[in-house]
Each structure stands twice: as C-alpha cells, then as structure tokens.
C-alpha cells in the first residue's frame, strides 16, 4: 500500500513541472515557427537571456519589491486576524460589518494610488499600504468565518463544562480556523505581490512595477516578461512555504494527513 502512496506523491510533485515545462517547449517552437518578434512576444529563450544579461538591476528591484510586499502583507496579517476576531466572536458585530467590508473589497484599489501618493509621496509607502489593502481582506473574512461558524452545540457542552465565552474563542474557535487562516495566507500573499507591483507602476523609482513600466517603454520586452517572471516566482515561492507551514500545523484537518 505504501508504494501507490508514495508514487501518488511524486506524480504531484512533478506534474506541475512538466506542465510547466511542457508549455515552455510550446511557446518556444510556436515563436520560432512563426517568427514572431521579440517586440512583440519574446519566447522563452529570448526571456531567461534577458534575465541573465539584466541580472544585476533585475535581483535589485525583485528584492525592493520583496521587502516592501512583506511588510504590506505583514501589516495585512495583524489587522486581518484582529478585525477577523472581533468581527468573528460577535453574531451582531459580524452581521452588522461583513456587508460594509465586502463593499470595500470591491472597490479598486488601484484607485487609491494617486490618493496615498498625496498622502505619503512617491516611494515605498504607497506600495506598502496598496499591498496592506489588497491582501487583508481574505485573512479577516476567513479568521471570521472560521469563529463565526463555531457549531453551536459545542458552545453550550462547553459552557456546561464552565467555559467562558473568551475562553471558547481562543482555545477551540482560533485553533478550528487555522485552516481557513492558511487558506487565506496563500490568496492573500499572490494579492500583496499585485498591490505592491501596480502601486510600483504609478508611484515609485525602483520596484518590478517600475522595472515594467521601464522595460515597456524602451521596447525591451524580453526584459519586460523577465520581471513578471520574477514577480510569479516570487509568489509561488511564498505560496508553497505557506502550504508547507499548513501542511505541518494543522495536519488534522485534513483527510488522511495522518497516514504515512
């Protein structure tokens, strides 16, 4: 039994690879039987050789945009498991506030760009904070969902037991929304690397975003998709360390997490 097992495990563990691979190799054939021009859509090829002769300026702004995204999103994890718990740990609280939130969301936060570099000038501190408010949302709505859908029945056995209301929140209903937690973690870091990236296309000197805007208008388009790769490489880093961590942490939610 244990040898399917541990063949299932390695078919998941290669087969984004090979896609990933596979899409390569078509791209790179569909360019080159087709000519198509550099300037218009740089193959594969013409990408990794832009990455290697921009190296340099690429790892600069690649670790601007890295540091300023983890602060962002650093700041989005406090106010969205804070906002979550209140919100979570009260019915009326939770009815009253998720509309008001959810609309928030869908405003653009692109939008609010030009208003925080009124606020804060052009820099590190608008991309922080664009990062902050595209990322925050999911922690929050995930922590007070998980708190908010405590079953009933446990509350009132644990009640009887003598347990306060605090009590249930922080020793069963915080433990219970790790999973969604998690969940949120990995939305929420893909949508910190877009707030930071667009805030750097419209207010900064340095950053992937500015490297973009750079790139495009100097027709390096190789160079171009060079930084959207770093910035997927970025994410999909910090993504499959969020789900190593959840893998590790909360192993009993999950369905057979426990077999070997």
């Known amino acids: 039994m244990k040898k399917p097992s ?41 990408i990794i ?13 690649a670790l601007s945009t890295f540091w300023v995204t983890m602060v962002g999103f650093a700041i989005a994890v406090a106010v969205g498991v804070s906002l979550g718990f209140l919100i979570g740990s009260s019915p009326l609280l939770y009815a009253a506030a998720y509309p008001l939130m959810t609309a928030f969301n869908a405003l653009p ?6 208003v925080l570099v009124v606020w804060f000038g052009i820099g590190a501190g608008p991309a922080i904070l664009t990062a902050f408010l595209i990322s925050f949302f999911p922690i929050m709505v995930n922590i007070a969902t998980g708190l908010a859908t405590l079953e009933p029945e446990l509350e009132d056995v644990l009640r009887v ?30 949508l910190a690397f877009v707030g930071s990236t667009v805030s750097e296309m419209n207010a900064s000197n340095e950053g992937i975003g500015y490297l973009l805007v750079s790139a495009g208008s100097s027709m390096k388009m190789p160079l171009a998709f060079a930084g959207l790769v770093v910035i997927g490489a970025m994410a999909m880093a910090m993504y499959e360390l969020f789900a190593i961590i959840e893998k590790r942490t909360t192993r009993w939610a999950h369905r057979g997490g426990n077999r070997s």
């Not at 290669?14 to 300037?39: G, K, N, R, Y």
């Not at 990455?51 to 702004?61: D, Q, V």
């Not at 347990?163 to 870091?189: E, H, N, Q, T």
Request: hydrophobic share 60%.
């Open 49 to 61: 050789e832009a990455m290697i002769e921009f190296a340099g300026p690429i790892a600069h702004h």
């Open 6 to 46: 541990s063949l299932n495990r390695a078919a998941r563990t290669l087969a984004p690879w090979i896609l990933l691979l596979a899409i390569l190799v078509i791209w790179q054939i569909i360019c080159s039987a087709l000519d198509v021009s550099e300037f218009i859509f740089p193959s594969p090829m013409a």
């Open 161 to 190: 037991l003598g347990a306060r209301r605090m009590d249930i929140l922080l020793k069963v209903g915080l433990p219970r929304s790790l999973p969604y937690f998690f969940a949120s973690l990995k939305v929420a870091i893909t």
């Open 109 to 114: 936060k692109a939008a609010f760009v030009p």
